[in-house]
């Protein structure tokens, strides 16, 4: 028995997950966090709902309202669906192009540490003194007006977390180019493995136009600079331009991953290739680039002139175009095909015409002077539901039950997960389906409550009883996790039996240096070209060898820890006499923690050869 | 799966049969009453028509695929295909034939809506032949200045119906968002820069909206943004003049009639003044004008742009404006008993300028 | 080739920065991050232009009235010539010559905190003689978040170099920290790239008015 595999305490286990480096156990905790933080969102949602089922309804006071809608969206954004997409990525992408782990394991940690720390702080708010108020976007002249501490919580949350994300994209670009195992061309690449590389360039050339826009709203804020004033000489309208070009390609940083999920979840439960790979590869890359020449469509009505109008209309409807491609592919890929109606391939199914719907309105929204009618409506509202639930959300609800054997190494309720499955897509139908007609039935986004009589009493009512769907099945698939948590069977390599990449030829979950011999990659599906060839396994790229692994460390949290600290100095500082020491001590933990790590000599550790044989042996059986 | 697929096409028709009119005729954007309402809609129309077809395709593929190609038998493995240039040809060049027949009134209906040169030909008095209005978005309530005329107010908006009128939009303290859904899209009232567009409302659509169209604020500005609502009173070219006339005949405040209102008038001028005006001169800087104009108050068709006109809901919303309308600014502001609050509401309803 | 190997003048590899795999990902990785921080100045530049010379009222001063060409010319020549001597630093990592990097790398520590000071000065200058400061007006935070992130970054690649420097003083090249200080000398490189354009775009521009 390897000394690297004994059973531990509660203690250090907890102590594992604080120091690990490991993209396997990484994920997880990117899953258990955005996890968390998309039922806290869920919640929010359900406020919402509730507070609009009926005119002038009093559940939450007006104040509250705002506060409750900025933080659902901001929560979903950053707290729920990026860690989610994260945690797949972590998860899968370095098995499916056959790595041991990602380019930079410490630099793993630290994103995710990071994410979390922003993500507390942020939902700290709640609880001192008030959540932010001015909308996910936040724009310039109404977060300057706000009072209170929350729009800092905002800026300050948000900016700690998008550092984390920022180094994870980085992480992710050089894991796909360095990393790739023996044969893996980047034309073999899975479809996940290729959306994880576009989201992370996107991420790259993203994020830091956020960083600045909430830097600048920081300054104006906290430290009395006038970017935003316009009685000083500064224009809001540079904040909306920076949040949208962050914005934009945002919401495909978000779905070109649930398309890498879905792409893996047809081709699988078909049992046949993906239709048109290399045109599937290239709208990937062409939907990213687009993603940022179309942000001002988001400011048609900021009075931009009609040339700008014109152009970002223009290109906004382009990217139908691939995405159009993607959902003929996947259609043809199930064409001719064997399909076994899986959850996962359910929720993937009940994607294409749920996502259509709302890309279909999405070009509705691109024609800029009839965009003048939809913008700030819940009709808008009822798009963006569309795609960010009907396309993101119903991927990783497919992703969870997909890979969670690999993660786990146990399989989620087959039953349940139907039963969730169903309600969920009932419920979001039935949610927002009609807010496209309440938008153009002329009901603003964004208000805390309606009067009587102007139309709007059926759907929201009916939205509302949708929205109470989901909250159920998301309950469902709660009782189906911790269920087959508890009973525990365990499963072999290749669970659905039509595992088709490099992930599915190894063990459930994969021992923590997933690949005792790099495998040799012969195609596209790597596994499944092995398999239909008779063979178990992949065929090894190199003899086996001590494997270097990479020590475990806790700086990267204590390194977070001291921007957590160092953002309530910021925060206070106005107002406290603490806050200036709190903001300089906070800064110099983590200076100093990244001079630890600078200066301490950290060349990890070998695996010797004799233990993995031994491990063949006893440890991880199939 | 045939259930599902069936249960899809549902919406399909509910499109067809809810965007051939639904909604409030005051309210809605699907009942267009005016030449960019109609527009707008014709545009949406026809996206709408072609978005239906791309649906319709996706639709009847997704159904052959998801009843013809179960599994049947756990042994089958399909041929792998790698693809068909032809086919890919195909939904690459059909949606991008699709969009140019979109995009194109798309760039035409977005220069024309920006087309507001009327506005910059101004005449030797400063004036233009067009009707312009300036409007001037608060925190909860709006401002409506007419250059031209020289007088302005507040809430109720006043249009003459049939012809192109001509907006300036401008915030004062947070970014709003100006918006007539039945008579045309909106436009952001900025901070720091002035937007023009224009829309026209339609005579006999006004009539049969009442005469009174509702507007929205459409961009998050506070607590009350739910709240920040005006109303439009499309009015024919005659009556409009009339109204302007006899508001421009207000010089001086008008004097109060009845023994409470002259007690409420007194009232008035000792603790409301200073932020409402009683004359419609444009004359007083933008700064000054902290609350809604109210020489035209007795004609309001809300208390407070939500509530309706009754004395009863003047009284409510002066004694407790914050249980209204949250956050806005009036509240704190003054101190008056409930006898004064009762003469001030008498005095305000007396003032009208017609 | 092993991180912890022992090298000589002979066995030292060509191209030492990218010779074991995690140098190459630090290598590929910082050039990433280089292009990430491109986009970051790049929001920042875009920042100062929308907000060049906006200022509430006419007694402030405009970037016409601020810039004096001697100091923000010699400021250029002290990073320029900064750059420079941190190539001739890599020269001699890339032979193998640990004391005569170590040289060059503190006379580009030298050149860079001479610059540093110089920016402090000018800095000082704007603030008490033309009362040009951050919370002034909508151009001064401009200016000042733009110039003085950049100067964060020199501030910053000198902590860098200047740890590197005595944390390796003792125990000469290898594969482990040579990828270290090849992508300090880039970002030192990257911070002398963008001056250049600030020195064009804020300076420059700003006496042309």
Same mark, same amino acid.
């Given at each position: 028995?390897?000394?690297?595999?004994?059973?531990?305490?509660?203690?250090?286990?907890?102590? /594992?997950?604080?120091?690990?480096?490991?993209?396997?156990?990484?994920?997880?905790?990117?899953?258990?966090?955005?996890?968390?933080?998309?039922?806290?969102?869920?919640?929010?949602?359900?406020?919402?709902?509730?507070?609009?089922?009926?005119?002038?309804?009093?559940?939450?006071?007006?104040?509250?309202?705002?506060?409750?809608?900025?933080? +659902?969206?901001?929560?979903?954004?950053?707290?729920? !669906?990026?860690?989610?997409?994260?945690?797949?990525?972590?998860?899968?992408?370095?098995?499916?192009?056959?790595?041991?782990?990602?380019?930079?394991?410490?630099?793993?940690?630290?994103?995710?540490?990071?994410?979390?720390?922003?993500?507390?702080?942020?939902?700290?708010?709640?609880?001192?003194?008030?959540?932010?108020?001015?909308?996910?976007?936040?724009?310039?002249?109404?977060?300057?007006?706000?009072?209170?501490?929350?729009?800092?919580?905002?800026?300050?949350?948000? =900016?700690?977390?998008?550092?984390?994300?920022?180094?994870?994209?980085?992480?992710?670009?050089?894991?796909?180019?360095?990393?790739?195992?023996?044969?893996?061309?980047?034309?073999?690449?899975?479809?996940?493995?290729?959306?994880?590389?576009?989201?992370?360039?996107?991420?790259?050339?993203?994020?830091?136009?956020?960083?600045?826009?909430?830097?600048?709203?920081?300054?104006?804020?906290?430290?009395?600079?006038?970017?935003?004033?316009?009685?000083?000489?500064?224009?809001?309208?540079?904040?909306?331009?920076?949040?949208?070009?962050?914005?934009?390609?945002?919401?495909?940083?978000?779905?070109?991953?649930?398309?890498?999920?879905?792409?893996?979840?047809?081709?699988?439960?078909?049992?046949?290739?993906?239709?048109?790979?290399?045109?599937?590869?290239?709208?990937?890359?062409?939907?990213?680039?687009?993603?940022?020449?179309?942000?001002? +469509?988001?400011?048609?009505?900021?009075?931009?002139?009609?040339? !700008?109008?014109?152009?970002?209309?223009?290109?906004?409807?382009?990217?139908?175009?691939?995405?159009?491609?993607?959902?003929?592919?996947?259609?043809?890929?199930?064409?001719?095909?064997?399909?076994?109606?899986?959850?996962?391939?359910?929720?993937?199914?009940?994607?294409?015409?749920?996502?259509?719907?709302?890309?279909?309105?999405?070009?509705?929204?691109?024609?800029?002077?009839?965009?003048? =009618?939809?913008?700030?409506?819940?009709?808008?509202?009822?798009?963006?539901?569309?795609?960010?639930?009907?396309?993101?959300?119903?991927?990783?609800?497919?992703?969870?039950?997909?890979?969670?054997?690999?993660?786990?190494?146990?399989?989620?309720?087959?039953?349940?997960?139907?039963?969730?499955?169903?309600?969920?897509?009932?419920?979001?139908?039935?949610?927002?389906?009609?807010?496209?007609?309440?938008?153009?039935?002329?009901?603003?986004?964004?208000?805390?409550?309606?009067?009587?009589?102007?139309?709007?009493?059926?759907?929201?009512?009916?939205?509302?009883?949708?929205?109470?769907?989901?909250?159920?099945?998301?309950?469902?698939?709660?009782?189906?996790?911790?269920?087959?948590?508890?009973?525990?069977?365990?499963?072999?390599?290749?669970?659905?039996?039509?595992?088709?990449?490099?992930?599915?030829?190894?063990?459930?979950?994969?021992?923590?240096?997933?690949?005792?011999?790099?495998?040799?990659?012969?195609?596209?599906?790597?596994?499944?070209?092995?398999?239909?060839?008779?063979?178990?396994?992949?065929?090894?790229?190199?003899?086996?060898?001590?494997?270097?692994?990479?020590?475990?460390?806790?700086?990267?949290?204590?390194?977070?820890?001291?921007?957590?600290?160092?953002?309530?100095?910021?925060?206070?500082?106005?107002?406290?006499?603490?806050?200036?020491?709190?903001?300089?001590?906070?800064?110099?933990?983590?200076?100093?923690?990244?001079?630890?790590?600078?200066?301490?000599?950290?060349?990890?550790?070998?695996?010797?050869?004799?233990?993995?044989?031994?491990?063949?042996?006893? $440890?991880?059986?199939? | 799966?045939?259930?599902?697929?069936?249960?899809?096409?549902?919406? #399909?028709?509910?499109?067809?049969?809810?965007?051939?009119?639904?909604?409030?005729?005051?309210?809605?954007?699907?009942?267009?009453?005016?030449?960019?309402?109609?527009?707008?809609?014709?545009?949406?129309?026809?996206?709408?028509?072609?978005?239906?077809?791309?649906?319709?395709?996706?639709?009847?593929?997704?159904?052959?695929?998801?009843?013809?190609?179960?599994?049947?038998?756990?042994?089958?493995? %399909?041929?792998?295909?790698?693809?068909?240039?032809?086919?890919?040809?195909?939904?690459?060049?059909?949606?991008?034939?699709?969009?140019?027949?979109?995009?194109?009134?798309?760039?035409?209906?977005?220069?024309?809506?920006? /087309?507001?040169?009327?506005?910059?030909?101004?005449?030797?008095?400063?004036?233009?032949?067009?009707?312009?209005?300036?409007?001037?978005?608060?925190?909860?309530?709006?401002?409506?200045?007419?250059?031209?005329?020289?007088?302005?107010?507040?809430?109720?908006?006043?249009?003459?119906?049939?012809?192109?009128?001509?907006?300036?939009?401008?915030?004062?303290?947070?970014? +709003?968002?100006?918006?007539?859904?039945?008579?045309?899209?909106?436009?952001?009232?900025?901070?720091?820069?002035?937007?023009?567009?224009?829309?026209?409302?339609? $005579?006999?659509?006004?009539?049969?909206?009442?005469?009174?169209?509702?507007?929205?604020?459409?961009?998050?500005?506070?607590?009350?943004?739910?709240?920040?609502?005006?109303?439009?009173?499309?009015?024919?070219?005659?009556?409009?003049?009339?109204?302007?006339?006899?508001?421009?005949?207000?010089?001086?405040?008008?004097?109060?009639?009845?023994?409470?209102?002259?007690?409420?008038?007194?009232?008035?001028?000792?603790?409301?003044?200073?932020?409402?005006?009683?004359?419609?001169?444009?004359?007083? %800087?933008?700064?000054?004008?902290?609350?809604?104009?109210?020489?035209?108050?007795?004609?309001?068709?809300?208390?407070?742009?939500?509530?309706?006109?009754?004395?009863?809901?003047?009284?409510?919303?002066?004694?407790?404006?914050?249980?209204?309308?949250?956050?806005?600014?009036?509240?704190?502001?003054?101190?008056?008993?409930?006898?004064?609050?009762?003469?001030?509401?008498?005095?305000?309803?007396?003032?009208?300028?017609? | 080739?092993?991180?912890?190997?022992?090298?000589?003048?002979?066995?030292?590899? !060509?191209?030492?920065?990218?010779?074991?795999?995690?140098?190459?990902?630090?290598?590929?990785?910082?050039?990433?991050?280089?292009?990430?921080?491109?986009?970051?100045?790049?929001?920042?530049?875009?920042?100062?232009?929308?907000?060049?010379?906006?200022?509430?009222?006419?007694?402030?001063?405009?970037?016409?009235?601020?810039?004096?060409?001697?100091?923000?010319?010699?400021?250029?020549?002290? #990073?320029?010539?900064?750059?420079?001597?941190?190539?001739?630093?890599?020269?001699?990592?890339?032979?193998?010559?640990?004391?005569?990097?170590?040289?060059?790398?503190?006379?580009?520590?030298?050149?860079?905190?001479?610059?540093?000071?110089?920016?402090?000065?000018?800095?000082?200058?704007?603030? +008490?003689?033309?009362?040009?400061?951050?919370?002034?007006?909508?151009?001064?935070?401009?200016?000042?978040?733009?110039?003085?992130?950049?100067?964060?970054?020199?501030?910053?690649?000198?902590?860098?170099?200047?740890?590197?420097?005595?944390?390796?003083?003792?125990?000469?090249?290898?594969?482990?920290?040579?990828?270290?200080?090849?992508?300090?000398?880039?970002?030192?490189?990257?911070?002398?790239?963008?001056?250049?354009?600030?020195?064009?775009?804020?300076?420059?521009?700003?006496?042309?008015?």
């Amino acid at each position: 028995m390897s000394t690297y595999a004994q059973k531990k305490g509660a203690g250090a286990v907890i102590w /594992d997950f604080l120091t690990t480096v490991d993209h396997k156990k990484i994920a997880i905790l990117y899953l258990i966090a955005g996890g968390f933080f998309f039922i806290v969102g869920g919640l929010e949602a359900m406020f919402i709902r509730i507070q609009l089922a009926i005119p002038d309804n009093n559940f939450v006071s007006a104040g509250v309202y705002n506060e409750i809608l900025t933080m +659902h969206g901001t929560t979903m954004i950053f707290l729920a !669906a990026m860690p989610l997409v994260f945690a797949f990525m972590n998860a899968v992408m370095p098995l499916q192009i056959g790595a041991r782990d990602v380019a930079f394991p410490f630099l793993n940690s630290l994103g995710f540490w990071l994410f979390f720390f922003g993500g507390v702080f942020l939902n700290l708010s709640w609880f001192l003194g008030g959540a932010p108020d001015a909308g996910w976007t936040s724009y310039a002249s109404l977060s300057l007006a706000s009072e209170g501490h929350g729009i800092d919580f905002y800026v300050l949350g948000l =900016q700690i977390s998008g550092a984390g994300t920022l180094i994870g994209g980085i992480n992710f670009l050089v894991t796909i180019i360095n990393m790739r195992a023996p044969g893996m061309t980047y034309m073999r690449m899975p479809l996940f493995t290729w959306s994880t590389f576009v989201v992370s360039a996107l991420i790259l050339f993203a994020f830091p136009p956020l960083t600045i826009g909430l830097f600048l709203m920081m300054f104006d804020r906290m430290f009395g600079a006038n970017f935003f004033d316009h009685t000083m000489g500064g224009n809001t309208v540079i904040w909306e331009h920076f949040f949208w070009i962050f914005g934009h390609p945002e919401v495909y940083i978000l779905i070109l991953p649930a398309f890498g999920i879905f792409s893996e979840i047809f081709a699988t439960f078909s049992r046949k290739r993906l239709f048109g790979y290399s045109s599937m590869v290239f709208a990937t890359v062409l939907i990213g680039f687009l993603g940022f020449m179309v942000w001002a +469509h988001h400011m048609f009505t900021t009075g931009l002139g009609p040339i !700008a109008n014109a152009i970002f209309a223009v290109a906004t409807m382009a990217i139908a175009v691939p995405t159009g491609i993607k959902i003929f592919n996947w259609l043809f890929t199930m064409w001719g095909g064997s399909i076994k109606f899986t959850t996962p391939m359910l929720y993937a199914i009940a994607f294409i015409p749920s996502f259509v719907a709302g890309g279909v309105t999405g070009v509705m929204l691109a024609s800029a002077a009839a965009d003048y =009618q939809y913008h700030d409506t819940y009709f808008v509202v009822a798009h963006f539901h569309y795609v960010i639930v009907g396309g993101v959300v119903f991927g990783l609800l497919a992703g969870t039950h997909f890979y969670w054997p690999k993660m786990f190494g146990t399989m989620l309720n087959e039953f349940l997960g139907k039963i969730s499955f169903w309600l969920f897509l009932i419920g979001f139908h039935l949610t927002f389906f009609i807010q496209h007609f309440l938008g153009l039935m002329g009901m603003p986004r964004r208000i805390f409550t309606f009067l009587p009589d102007q139309g709007f009493e059926t759907g929201n009512l009916i939205s509302t009883i949708g929205a109470f769907f989901m909250a159920i099945s998301v309950i469902v698939l709660l009782i189906n996790i911790i269920m087959t948590s508890v009973k525990n069977e365990k499963v072999g390599n290749d669970p659905w039996g039509d595992g088709r990449t490099l992930e599915w030829a190894l063990p459930s979950p994969p021992p923590f240096y997933n690949f005792k011999q790099l495998p040799l990659v012969r195609g596209l599906d790597a596994y499944w070209l092995e398999k239909m060839e008779g063979k178990k396994g992949m065929t090894p790229a190199e003899p086996l060898g001590d494997i270097h692994m990479p020590n475990n460390s806790f700086i990267p949290f204590v390194i977070s820890l001291g921007l957590f600290i160092a953002a309530f100095g910021a925060m206070y500082r106005a107002e406290h006499s603490w806050g200036l020491p709190v903001l300089i001590a906070g800064m110099l933990v983590t200076l100093l923690s990244m001079l630890v790590r600078s200066v301490k000599d950290d060349h990890g550790y070998h695996i010797h050869k004799e233990d993995l044989i031994d491990d063949n042996d006893k $440890g991880v059986k199939a | 799966m045939k259930r599902l697929a069936k249960w899809r096409l549902l919406p #399909l028709f509910a499109v067809m049969a809810l965007l051939a009119g639904c909604g409030e005729p005051f309210l809605s954007a699907l009942k267009p009453a005016g030449e960019v309402a109609q527009m707008q809609y014709d545009l949406m129309l026809l996206s709408t028509a072609i978005m239906v077809g791309v649906i319709v395709v996706v639709t009847i593929i997704f159904i052959i695929v998801v009843t013809r190609f179960r599994r049947k038998n756990d042994n089958e493995i %399909p041929k792998q295909v790698e693809g068909s240039h032809k086919l890919e040809m195909i939904w690459t060049i059909i949606p991008i034939l699709l969009l140019l027949i979109l995009a194109v009134p798309t760039v035409a209906a977005t220069f024309k809506l920006a /087309d507001v040169s009327p506005m910059e030909k101004k005449g030797e008095d400063g004036k233009t032949e067009a009707v312009v209005v300036k409007v001037r978005a608060n925190l909860y309530w709006w401002e409506f200045e007419y250059p031209n005329e020289e007088i302005l107010t507040s809430q109720d908006l006043v249009v003459p119906t049939d012809e192109k009128v001509y907006f300036e939009l401008k915030a004062s303290d947070v970014k +709003h968002s100006f918006w007539i859904p039945a008579v045309g899209g909106k436009m952001d009232t900025n901070t720091e820069n002035v937007n023009k567009f224009w829309l026209e409302f339609d $005579g006999k659509a006004s009539d049969e909206a009442g005469s009174l169209f509702y507007g929205k604020c459409a961009e998050l500005c506070g607590p009350s943004h739910a709240l920040m609502d005006f109303k439009v009173k499309a009015l024919p070219r005659d009556e409009f003049d009339q109204w302007v006339a006899a508001a421009k005949a207000v010089k001086e405040p008008k004097q109060a009639e009845t023994a409470q209102a002259q007690a409420g008038q007194e009232v008035f001028n000792n603790s409301c003044i200073g932020c409402h005006a009683v004359t419609p001169a444009n004359s007083t %800087p933008e700064q000054a004008r902290m609350g809604p104009n109210l020489t035209d108050f007795g004609n309001r068709s809300r208390v407070a742009g939500v509530l309706e006109h009754n004395e009863e809901n003047i009284k409510k919303w002066l004694k407790d404006p914050e249980a209204i309308k949250p956050g806005n600014k009036m509240t704190g502001k003054y101190n008056l008993s409930d006898e004064e609050i009762d003469a001030v509401t008498e005095y305000l309803m007396g003032l009208k300028v017609q | 080739m092993h991180a912890d190997e022992k090298f000589t003048y002979e066995t030292w590899p !060509a191209a030492p920065e990218r010779a074991t795999l995690e140098a190459k990902n630090k290598f590929l990785g910082f050039w990433f991050f280089l292009g990430g921080e491109t986009v970051l100045f790049a929001s920042l530049f875009a920042t100062y232009l929308a907000l060049k010379d906006k200022v509430p009222t006419a007694e402030h001063h405009l970037a016409k009235d601020l810039f004096e060409m001697p100091l923000v010319f010699l400021m250029t020549m002290l #990073l320029l010539t900064s750059s420079l001597t941190s190539v001739y630093a890599m020269y001699h990592m890339k032979n193998f010559d640990f004391k005569k990097m170590q040289l060059w790398l503190g006379i580009t520590v030298l050149l860079g905190l001479a610059f540093l000071c110089l920016e402090v000065y000018e800095f000082n200058h704007y603030v +008490h003689e033309f009362h040009h400061t951050f919370t002034s007006s909508a151009f001064g935070s401009a200016f000042y978040a733009l110039v003085g992130f950049h100067g964060g970054h020199v501030a910053f690649g000198l902590l860098w170099i200047v740890a590197l420097m005595v944390r390796n003083s003792k125990r000469g090249l290898s594969l482990y920290n040579a990828p270290k200080f090849y992508v300090a000398s880039l970002y030192w490189h990257f911070i002398d790239v963008v001056w250049v354009f600030i020195f064009t775009v804020v300076y420059l521009m700003g006496m042309v008015g």
